[in-house]
C-alpha cells in the first residue's frame, strides 16, 4: 500500500457532494381524481467552511458563503408518474426582510412622535365624541386610542365592558381612574339595559382579573329568581375564585391566556399574576388588596374544558363518571379498531399484519420528579385516572406489595451513570416518572404515566405499560411474578436505536428495529423526544402536591398531543413525499446487490436467507446477524499485510461513523449527560481508528 501524505482526501467528507431535498407542499387532486403531490430536489455542491473545533477536518481551504453555486439537477422518477420534479428557484433578497432593523431606524423620530401625541390631548380634544360637550376628559385605553369623552359618555359607552382601563385629565397629563370610581354598577341576572327591583350589591372590593389588570367593579346580584351568585357571575364568563361567598373572579379569557402562556412558555401562575397587578400599577404603592393566588382557577377550568371537548358535559353520571382514560387525546396516526382500521383487519394473513402493529416507546424521566408537599389526602387529583396518569388509587395498591424490589438491571453500560442520578430520593414523594407515548406520532397515550418511587423498577413501568390493556388480566392475575405477565404472544420488544449501541451485542440484532418487519424507520426514540416539552414544567411541578402536579401534567400532555396531532396531516404527506422516491432508490440498489451476490454464489444467499427465517421463528438459534469474534486484532492485522479489500472497508467504516456523528452532533439541541459521555466515547474510538489508518497508509 503506497503511503500516502496526512492532507489526503480519503476521509474529507467536506467535498463530498451535498443534496437537499425541498418539498414544495403541492398536492391535491387531479380531475381524473388521482391524487397528485409535488416533489421538489435540489442539488447545491456548496463545501462547509473548516470547523476549528472538528478534529476531523484537514486542511480544508475555507470557502466564501456570500456567493452559493447552485447546480440544478432535475429528477425524473419513472416509476412514479404522478410526482413532478422542479428546481428550485432562490428567493428574490429584499433588504426590508433580511435587516428590517436598518429600514426601520430612518422611522424613528417619526414613531416617537406618535407615541407622545397618545399622551396628550391629541385632535379631538375640542369636543366629546358622543355628545359634542367642551373640553371631554376621559380617555379608555381598551377601546380604539384618539376619542375623548365626558364622563356621562364613557360610563353609558362601557356599561358592557366594565373591565376597561379609564384615564382621565388632570390638566397636565392622562391620570388612571376606573369605571369603578365612575359609578359604572354592573347589573347581574338581568337583559342589558333592565335594573333588579330587589338588587343585592356586591362587597364594595369585588375585584375582577382580566388579561389587562385587575380591576374592582361594583356589581348588583340579582334576587328575582334566587339564583346563587357564582351561576350570576359564571353567565357573564367571569370564574368565580370560591364558590361560597365570591369577591374576587377571574375571566374565562384571562384563565385561557394564563393557561397558553403557561404551556407554551412555562410561564408560571405566580408570575403571571404578579405581573398582571404591576399592569394594574407599576409602582406598587396602592394596595389592590386583591387575591391573585388563583392558578387553582386556571386547573379546575381547564378540567372542565377537557371534559367539555371529550364530549362528557351531557353525561347523564356526570363529570364523576368520565371514564378512564377518556380526556387524553388519542394519536389518529396510530391503529384504533372501528375508527381507523379496514372492517376484517383482525383477519389479514400474518405477512401483512405489520400493517396495523401499534408500536409504542416507554421511558423514565428522572427530572420530572416531585417533593414531599402537602398529601394526597389534602391535595387530591380532580381528574384521577382520566387522562395521562394512571389513576393513583390502584397503582399505590400495587407498588405496596413491591416496595422491596430493586431496580432494573439491565446489560447497558452506563446503568452506573444512571443510579448516580436516581439515587438522591430523600425529601421526595417520586424520583420520577415513567411513560409511554406512540413511537411513530409521539403523542402520549391515555393513562401511560405514572410516578417513580425509586429509580426505575420492574413493578412501576409493568403496571404503567400494561395497566389498561389487560385490566381483567392484571385484577385476576396480580400475584404472578411481572416478568411473566409480559409475554404475551403478539408482543415483541426492541430496544430504541439511539440505546441500542450502549447494550451488550448478544442484544444487537434480536432487539434491534433495523431488523423487525414492518416497522419501516422507527427509531424507537420518540418518547425520549416528549420528555423536552415536560422537562420545562419540571421545575414548578416538583414543588407542587400530588393531585395539582398529575392534573398539571396531564393537561401538559393533552396540550402537547393537541399541537402534534393538528401538524400530523402535513408532517405524514411531507414524509410520504420523501419516503416514496427514496423507497423506489433503494429497491433498486437492493435488487442490484442481490443479484450480483446470487450471481456469485447462488447457494449461499438461500442458505443465509434459511437462517435468517429460521432464527426469526426462534431466537434461541445461533444469530445469523452477529459477525463471529475475529481472532485478528487490528494492531496485528497492521504488522501483517493488510488485503486492499480491508483497507478500504476501514476506510469507508471511517467515512461512515464521522458522517453519522456529525449529523448526531448538529441534530442535538441540548445534549444531555449521557449523551455526550456516549459522544466522547466514541470519538475517541473514531480517532483510535483514524490512527490506524493512517498508519497502514
Ligand atoms: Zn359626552
Ligand atoms: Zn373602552
Ligand atoms: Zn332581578
Ligand atoms: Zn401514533
Not at 394564563?258 to 408570575?271: A, C, D, E, M
Not at 440498489?589 to 449461499?604: H, I
Not at 446477524?625 to 504488522?639: E, F, G, M
Request: aromatic share 8%; hydrophobic share 35%.
Amino acid at each position: 500500500m503506497p503511503k500516502v501524505t496526512a492532507t489526503s482526501k480519503l476521509y474529507n467528507h467536506n467535498e463530498r457532494l451535498t443534496v437537499s431535498h425541498q418539498i414544495s407542499s403541492s398536492s391535491g387532486s387531479t380531475s381524473t381524481g388521482r391524487r397528485h403531490a409535488t416533489y421538489t430536489t435540489t442539488s447545491i455542491n456548496v463545501p462547509n467552511a473548516p470547523d476549528p473545533d472538528n478534529a476531523m477536518d484537514v486542511n480544508v481551504p475555507y470557502f466564501d458563503h456570500s456567493e452559493p453555486r447552485t447546480e440544478v439537477r432535475q429528477e425524473v422518477i419513472a416509476e412514479l408518474p404522478s410526482v413532478t420534479v422542479n428546481a428550485k428557484q432562490w428567493a428574490k433578497r429584499y433588504e426590508n426582510s433580511d435587516v428590517p432593523l436598518n429600514t426601520w431606524k430612518e422611522f424613528h423620530d417619526e414613531y416617537l412622535d406618535e407615541c407622545m401625541i397618545l399622551e396628550g390631548r391629541g385632535k379631538f380634544f375640542k369636543q366629546c365624541a358622543g355628545c359634542n360637550k367642551a373640553f371631554p376628559q376621559y380617555q379608555c385605553k381598551d377601546c380604539i386610542h384618539g376619542p375623548l369623552w365626558c364622563k356621562d359618555c364613557i360610563v353609558l359607552r362601557h356599561d358592557q365592558s366594565p373591565l376597561h382601563q379609564i384615564e382621565m385629565w388632570n390638566s397636565l397629563f392622562f391620570q388612571k381612574t376606573s369605571l369603578h370610581e365612575l359609578g359604572l354598577r354592573v347589573q347581574l341576572g338581568h337583559t342589558v339595559g333592565r335594573r333588579c327591583s330587589t338588587a343585592e350589591r356586591g362587597h364594595v372590593d369585588f375585584a375582577v382579573i382580566d388579561s389587562n389588570g385587575i380591576h374592582k367593579v361594583n356589581v348588583n346580584f340579582c334576587r328575582c329568581h334566587g339564583l346563587p351568585h357564582r351561576h350570576q357571575l359564571l353567565r357573564i364568563g367571569w370564574w368565580p375564585a370560591t364558590p361560597l361567598q365570591p369577591q374576587t373572579c377571574t375571566t374565562m379569557e384571562v384563565l385561557k391566556h394564563f393557561h397558553l402562556l403557561n404551556l407554551q412558555g412555562k410561564v408560571p401562575g405566580y408570575s403571571f399574576f404578579r405581573a398582571l397587578e404591576f399592569q394594574t400599577d407599576n409602582t406598587g404603592l396602592s394596595a389592590s388588596g386583591t387575591n391573585t393566588g388563583s392558578s387553582n382557577d386556571t386547573d379546575i377550568s381547564q378540567l372542565h374544558a377537557m371534559v367539555k371537548r371529550a364530549g362528557h358535559a351531557f353525561d347523564p353520571g356526570g363529570i364523576s363518571a368520565t371514564a378512564p382514560g377518556s380526556l387524553a387525546i388519542p394519536c389518529r396516526a396510530c391503529p384504533i379498531p372501528n375508527i381507523n382500521l379496514p372492517p376484517g383487519w383482525e383477519n389479514v394473513p400474518p405477512a401483512q399484519a405489520w400493517l396495523y402493529m401499534l408500536i409504542v416507546g416507554m421511558d423514565t424521566n428522572f427530572r420530572m420528579m416531585s417533593r414531599l408537599r402537602s398529601s394526597i389526602f389534602k391535595d387530591p387529583s380532580l381528574a384521577p385516572g382520566w387522562a395521562y396518569f394512571v389513576d393513583n388509587g390502584p397503582y399505590a395498591e400495587f407498588i405496596k406489595e413491591y416496595v422491596d424490589m430493586e431496580e432494573i438491571r439491565t446489560c447497558v453500560g452506563f446503568q452506573a451513570l444512571l443510579n448516580m442520578l436516581t439515587k438522591k430520593s430523600r425529601g421526595l414523594r417520586a424520583t420520577g416518572m415513567g411513560a409511554v407515548s406512540c413511537a411513530r406520532h409521539q403523542l402520549f397515550r391515555a393513562l401511560r404515566m405514572g410516578d417513580l418511587q425509586k429509580g426505575e423498577r420492574q413493578c412501576n413501568m409493568d403496571y404503567i405499560f400494561a395497566s389498561s390493556w389487560f385490566t381483567n388480566f392484571w385484577s385476576r392475575e396480580k400475584l404472578l411474578p411481572p416478568h411473566l405477565l409480559l409475554a404475551f404472544p403478539n408482543v415483541q420488544a426492541k430496544v430504541p436505536k439511539f440505546h441500542l449501541s450502549s447494550h451488550v451485542e448478544s442484544c444487537h440484532a434480536p432487539y434491534s428495529l433495523g431488523y423487525t418487519l414492518g416497522v419501516g424507520r422507527t427509531d424507537g426514540e420518540g418518547v425520549e423526544r416528549n420528555w423536552d416539552g415536560l422537562n420545562g414544567q419540571g421545575p414548578s411541578t416538583k414543588e407542587m402536591g400530588p393531585g395539582n402536579q398529575w392534573d398539571t401534567l396531564d393537561d401538559c400532555c393533552g396540550h402537547a398531543n393537541w399541537r402534534k396531532i393538528v401538524g400530523l396531516g402535513n408532517l405524514l404527506l411531507k414524509r410520504m413525499l420523501l419516503a416514496l422516491p427514496e423507497a423506489l432508490r433503494l429497491r433498486k440498489d437492493f435488487v442490484v446487490f442481490d443479484e450480483c451476490l446470487r450471481d456469485e454464489d447462488n447457494s449461499q444467499v438461500v442458505q443465509w436467507e434459511a437462517e435468517v427465517a429460521a432464527w426469526v421463528e426462534d431466537k434461541s438459534l445461533p444469530d445469523p446477524y452477529r459477525v463471529p469474534p475475529s481472532d485478528v486484532t487490528l494492531a496485528q492485522s497492521v504488522a501483517h499485510d493488510v488485503s486492499p479489500g480491508a483497507f478500504l472497508s476501514l476506510g469507508m467504516d471511517i467515512q461512515g461513523q464521522q458522517e453519522s456523528m456529525r449529523r448526531e452532533v448538529k441534530g442535538l439541541s441540548r445534549q444531555t449527560v449521557l449523551q455526550t459521555a456516549s459522544l466522547v466515547e466514541r470519538r475517541t474510538t473514531l480517532l483510535k481508528r483514524i490512527q490506524c489508518f493512517r498508519d497502514i497508509q
